[in-house]
């Protein structure tokens, strides 16, 4: 009976509390569990026999990075000279054609915490790609970037963010937020910012109405309360999102991949378990009440994962994402084409539809 009410309370897109959404994770079958993210999908989304999905692509500002992160095996020490990059303009310009040619229309850049690197370097950046590519959508920089740009420039985080904007960036993605409390925090990326700072950048970028979207890395020592208090925090931060602001777009949780991490040299190593995974994108459809979309991350979990995930509360597939490094670095080895990932999205029952990042169709 107590399910059933906490169910009934989803369904009508009441908020459920911390207590209720344990209680979900931990006592219900997951047939059922997901039945009941399914049914919420369909309300949600616009067209309930589509599913989205996306083509841009990633590149790597630079390697540099000061914060060291304890899952990531992409970045390089500033000291270490020999495995230095920053991506020189004409290879962003070569990679920008290519992913035009590829139907693509947006980049997604990221990289590390270059202790050399603030305002004017990524202004001047944006401005000369918008320069060259008007139409071209910049996914730039998530809120630990942008934080560090404010530290390095010595002006604040919503200066960095207006320039940003100003100089071509069109939507933050929501890298960096692996498990939004500074227990886990602490421990796996201990120079990065606090839980509070990413909320607080995001806040910032959704007053400004720059678009976001939200993402969890789990499976590594979080504990299950604190994958549900990640879910809460990030809620109740697109509630104060201002009304008609676009807030978090979507949520998009991916699994910790160990091979060769430090935090696999401390004894964590990746167990992924697809029953779990569908068991954390139910619960976060039925929690994330003002969250619309909710993204099936193929790239860290496979085709046929990422396919019951369709069936399970998530609406969206993703990008067929041209280069990725981060994730492909610590043993993510899934890829899809155009033509895959639509086949995998009709084999799943579903009409794919291609989408940008405001999930506004382009086809
Ligand atoms: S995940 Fe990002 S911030 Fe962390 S070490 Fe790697 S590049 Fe740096």
């Avoid at 459920?16 to 919420?40: G, K, N, V």
């Avoid at 309930?48 to 590149?59: C, E, F, H, P, S």
Wanted: hydrophobic share 40%; proline share 4%; net charge negative.
């Amino acid at each position: 009976m107590k399910l059933q009410r906490i169910y009934d309370k989803a369904l009508v897109g009441e908020a459920i509390t911390r207590e209720e959404a344990m209680l979900l994770w931990r006592e219900t079958p997951l047939y059922e569990l997901a039945a009941a993210a399914d049914c919420l999908r369909a309300d949600k989304v616009a067209d309930k026999g589509v599913v989205t999905w996306q083509i841009d692509r990633n590149i790597n500002t630079t390697n540099v990075c000061v914060s060291g992160c304890r899952f990531c095996n992409f970045h390089c020490k500033p000291h270490q000279i020999d495995r230095h990059f920053i991506t020189p303009i004409e290879e962003y310009i070569r990679k920008t054609e290519e992913m035009f040619a590829l139907g693509g229309d947006q980049l997604l850049l990221q990289g590390g915490m270059h202790p050399a690197l603030g305002i004017e370097y990524y202004e001047e950046l944006f401005q000369t790609l918008k320069s060259h590519f008007p139409t071209l959508r910049l996914n730039a920089l998530g809120a630990p970037e942008v934080a560090h740009i404010a530290k390095v420039s010595k002006i604040a985080t919503h200066e960095v963010l207006e320039r940003l904007r100003n100089a071509g960036l069109s939507s933050l993605p929501g890298a960096g937020a692996e498990i939004l409390v500074d227990r886990v925090r602490k421990i796996i990326s201990p120079a990065k910012p606090s839980a509070e700072e990413w909320l607080r950048v995001m806040h910032e970028a959704h007053e400004m109405n720059i678009p976001t979207t939200a993402t969890m890395m789990y499976g590594h020592i979080e504990t299950i309360e604190e994958r549900i208090e990640h879910l809460i925090r990030l809620r109740d931060l697109q509630a104060e999102c201002p009304e008609g602001n676009y807030g978090f777009t979507a949520f998009i949780p991916w699994i910790f991949r160990s091979e060769g991490t430090q935090l696999e040299k401390m004894g964590y190593t990746t167990h992924f378990s697809p029953t779990e995974y569908l068991r954390l994108i139910a619960v976060a459809r039925l929690v994330l009440n003002n969250i619309r979309n909710i993204q099936a991350s193929w790239l860290t979990v496979g085709k046929q994962t990422a396919q019951i995930a369709l069936h399970s509360g998530a609406n969206d597939m993703g990008s067929i994402m041209i280069e990725e490094n981060v994730v492909s670095s610590a043993g993510a080895h899934n890829r899809f084409d155009q033509e895959g990932i639509c086949r995998a999205i009709r084999e799943a029952g579903f009409t794919p539809r291609l989408r940008n990042q405001l999930y506004e169709y382009r086809d």
